[in-house]
Each structure stands twice: as C-alpha cells, then as structure tokens.
C-alpha cells in the first residue's frame, strides 16, 4: 500500500509534490456510483484534473448530498502513486448496499502508558524501515520483540479498550497490539468487532491484525484460529476509501486457496464494487480486486495476472460478469 497522507492538512504532501499551498490533483477515481454519474458527481464538487483540492474537505462532500439519491459522501485524497496526488470520490446511493459501523463508545478506559510508548517505537522502527526502502530491519524486529510480554500482561486492558474506549487512537493500538498475545484464538473475536467499529483507522487496524491470524490459523491448525473471509465482504460496500480497499486486499490474500462459500459470495452485491475498483487508474490499487474478479471468472491467477499485462481488464470483467448469471 501507498503512502496515505491528510493532504488537506498540509505536511508529507508539500514534500511530495514540491509546491507550497494546497496540493493539485492529479487523478480522481471514484466508487460507490450505481445510478449517479461520474460527470454528475464531477459538476457538483467543482474541481478537475491539475486544479488544487478543495480548500474544504467538509464543504465539497456537503455539495454532493445536493445530488438526488445521494445520502452520503466522502473525499479521501491520497498519495503517492509515481508521485500522483489522487482524489477518491465515494458515494452512498440511496437504496444501495452499505456498510454499517456501530456508534463511537465513550468509556475513559485507557492504556498504560508503556503500552503506548512500545507501539509509537514500533512505528518508529517501521518508518525508518519504510524510508530505507526495507519491509523490516533489526530496529523492526526488536521493537516487536517487546510486544508479546506487554501484550500477554495487559490482555484484559487491551480488550477493554477496544471495546469501550472513547479515544479511537487507544483503539487503534489496541488492534494492533492484541495479535501479539498467545492466546491468540481467544481475541480473534474482539477483532471481528472490531471491524465495526465507528472509526477507520480502527477498522483498518483489525482487517489488517485478522488477515495474519487468518494465515497463521490456516497454517497451524491446532491453533484454533478462525478467521472467515466472509467478514470482509461488507466492507466492500463501505463509503471508506480505507475499508474498501483493505478489504480487497485482505480477500485477495484470504481466497487464494479458491474459498468456494467466499467466492459465491462475491458473485453477488460485492461484484459491482469490485469492478469499480479493478478499473481504478491507479494500479497498485486496483489490482487486489482485479485478482478477485479472475477467481470470480474461474481464471488461475497467472491468466489473470497475463490479462492485465496485456491491457485485458475489460475481459476478465466481463468473463466475471458472464460467470455470475
């Protein structure tokens, strides 16, 4: 996955493009369209490719619910793809499929202190990894090394807190923290919860902590990990840029074995997103739903790896297409 910067707050943006002010589009893609156009959905933001982001993230999804059968909108600007600045568009239609999260507890539960300090190294470590070009390194590997203890020792806090918590950053370490206890079987389901949860960079956390339990269950199997790649598939509905495409990329990883039940289920409300985001500009995003459309199609993956080399989107859509009737 890409960077992922607040390119309306200013920051990482500035460094990327070059440019003091607020960073020019490069791209816009948009999801969530059934009955609304793209060029409805273009007219009423006011904005094209080369002008600067709306100087109003709030104000511009406001100017979509004027669109009739819109309820809900979201402006998600993201980089950087060859150093591409890329406005995603989504849309909620009214009537259509959608993704529900629960509503944001309010407990003063918290975590102790070294819990935190122990997550921020970790993310230390991976940045200094990430800006030496490396997936980990040593600095990786020993700030992970002090997780499990703490983790083991502060299980039922963990848990608390992802739960209860009203401050959705203590929930967001808290989904990352809980996969390092040993018992890991028995926080799989706070993490299931957890994908409903009223934020998205919780929920991001979760698909992301899920998706290695899944591997690590299906790898050992006296683990008693059980992870269903059926809880993503709502998330492909989802008016989060994040959950639609973490969700894509955690079923990409957790169908690979042809998961019969998962893939059915794919054939169905899902496939619309799917074929939304397969045609996606932006390829590092849209192949993960792309894969899934040649499972869907009853492609091998080195066939539909071969179409997209070869330009052949539209015919592994349209092979998924003619698989689901």
Not at 51 to 68: C, M, N, Q, Y
Not at 141 to 161: C, F, K, M, S, Y
Not at 235 to 240: A, E, I, N
Request: aromatic share 4%; proline share 4%; charged share 25%.
């Amino acid at each position: 996955m890409k960077l992922i910067c607040g390119l309306w707050m200013a920051g990482c943006a500035m460094a990327q493009v070059g440019v003091v002010g607020i960073p020019r589009i490069d791209l816009i893609e948009f999801y969530g369209l059934h009955h609304v156009t793209p060029q409805l959905v273009r007219q009423a933001l006011g904005v094209s490719v080369g002008a600067p982001l709306p100087p109003s993230k709030g104000d511009a999804e406001e100017r979509l619910l004027d669109i009739e059968r819109v309820n809900g909108a979201r402006l998600e600007a993201v980089c950087c793809d060859g150093g591409k600045n890329i406005l995603y568009v989504g849309i909620e239609e009214r009537d259509a499929p959608r993704f529900e999260v629960r509503p944001a507890p309010g407990s003063a539960t918290a975590l102790p202190e070294d819990i935190v300090a122990a997550y921020r190294a970790l993310e230390q470590a991976r940045h200094a990894a990430e800006v030496a070009g490396k997936t980990e390194d040593a600095g990786t590997r020993a700030a992970e090394q002090r997780l499990p203890a703490l983790a083991n020792a502060n299980t039922g806090i963990l848990r608390d807190v992802l739960r209860e918590s009203g401050d959705e950053a203590q929930r967001a370490v808290a989904a990352v923290m809980l996969p390092y206890v040993t018992a890991k079987a028995d926080i799989v389901e706070d993490l299931h919860e957890a994908l409903t949860d009223n934020d998205a960079g919780v929920r991001v956390n979760a698909v992301r902590a899920l998706t290695q339990l899944a591997l690590l269950g299906r790898a050992d199997a006296a683990s008693k990990i059980r992870v269903s790649g059926a809880w993503f598939l709502d998330m492909l509905q989802s008016l989060s840029w994040q959950d639609r495409t973490q969700a894509a990329h955690a079923l990409e990883i957790l169908t690979r074995d042809r998961d019969v039940f998962v893939l059915s289920r794919l054939r169905g409300e899902a496939l619309d997103s799917l074929i939304e985001m397969a045609r996606w500009q932006t390829e590092a995003h849209a192949y993960p739903a792309f894969q899934l459309l040649g499972r869907v199609a009853g492609l091998t993956d080195l066939n539909t790896r071969d179409a997209w080399l070869r330009a052949g989107r539209e015919t592994v859509i349209g092979q998924a297409l003619k698989n689901t009737r």
